[in-house]
């Protein structure tokens, strides 16, 4: 590789293809064209050899007109609606962000001394004013990083990080218990790939996946994919959703999703960071890959079956 492509491999690592924007967001290429063109909702990297690519930012984007055009706003008037939309969550994010900031430092403050009491009362107050899919996006998954970049720069300990992980986990688990028996809508086997162990964010899926209505059956992390058959047959499951971070723990099974979705009569969805970065190889392989854009993924699941 030349010096010239090894500049350009790294300006363009983690930037998607206009065909899987067009997957991720469920807007055919010529509309995602013309939106470009016709009212400059998108600006796209251009290599040298000028095609272009898209970023997460740009997915998120999409995914937030569609939802508009959804309540029946025209296209033409899509981008005047974002800045409306826009400028007034600028105008809240400052102190919703000095909020989630004190709740933070909170929290990290009872890690750090192993508080559970104290844990418990700030998740709690902060349940008894945001909906939980807020509280883990702005509280739970925020401190989890932090643990992690204080692990990794001598901060803190693993002991933290898995104190923490065992304390959402718990929580979590609970309530989706609680969760099931209220809901009677189709059920979903959901469970994470071969090598993945973290489970947390399978656990946050399922529980949004309940708010919709969905009956959810949760099978964990490090998943055998040659399991799901039996799975599936015996519980009477009407779709299997899977989910994967890391690059080489897809790679590891990509041939097993061929095997299993030719043996499943259900569909199977493919979410997290492979989802993106494999989105080719999973929809070949018969799947269909839905992001890590949490409420279009059970649009998508909820339109297909």
Not at 65 to 73: F, H, P, S, T, Y
Not at 101 to 113: F, N
Not at 294 to 303: D, N, T
Request: glycine fraction near 8%; charge should be negative; hydrophobic fraction near 40%.
């Amino acid at each position: 590789m030349s010096k010239q492509q090894s500049n350009e491999h790294d300006e363009t690592a983690g930037l998607l293809p206009i065909r899987v924007l067009a997957n991720l967001t469920g807007v055919n290429i010529g509309t995602l064209r013309a939106w470009e063109r016709r009212y400059g909702l998108l600006t796209p990297h251009r290599t040298a050899s000028g095609h272009r690519l898209y970023s997460q930012d740009d997915v998120n984007l999409i995914n937030e007109v569609v939802g508009i055009l959804d309540q029946g706003v025209p296209i033409s008037r899509a981008e005047a609606v974002l800045q409306q939309r826009h400028a007034q969550q600028d105008s809240e994010t400052e102190q919703a962000q000095d909020i989630w900031r004190r709740y933070r430092q909170s929290t990290i403050t009872a890690i750090i001394r192993f508080d559970e009491v104290a844990i418990d009362n700030i998740y709690n107050e902060a349940l008894s004013l945001y909906a939980v899919d807020v509280v883990m996006q702005r509280l739970v998954v925020p401190t989890l990083q932090e643990l992690g970049r204080r692990w990794e720069e001598g901060e803190g300990s693993i002991a933290e990080e898995h104190y923490f992980t065992g304390y959402v986990r718990n929580r979590l688990a609970a309530r989706l218990h609680h969760g099931l028996k209220s809901i009677q809508g189709k059920q979903l086997v959901i469970a994470c790939i071969p090598g993945e162990y973290h489970e947390l964010g399978i656990m946050m899926f399922a529980l949004s996946a309940q708010a919709q209505g969905f009956r959810t059956l949760l099978l964990g992390p490090n998943l055998p994919l040659d399991e799901l058959v039996a799975v599936v047959e015996r519980s009477n499951s009407e779709a299997v959703i899977l989910s994967g971070s890391f690059s080489d723990n897809y790679n590891k099974c990509r041939d097993e999703f061929t095997k299993l979705t030719n043996k499943l009569n259900v569909p199977v969805f493919v979410g997290g960071h492979i989802s993106i970065i494999h989105n080719d190889a999973i929809t070949k392989a018969g799947a269909i890959a839905i992001g890590e854009d949490v409420p279009r993924a059970l649009r998508l699941i909820q339109e297909t079956l």
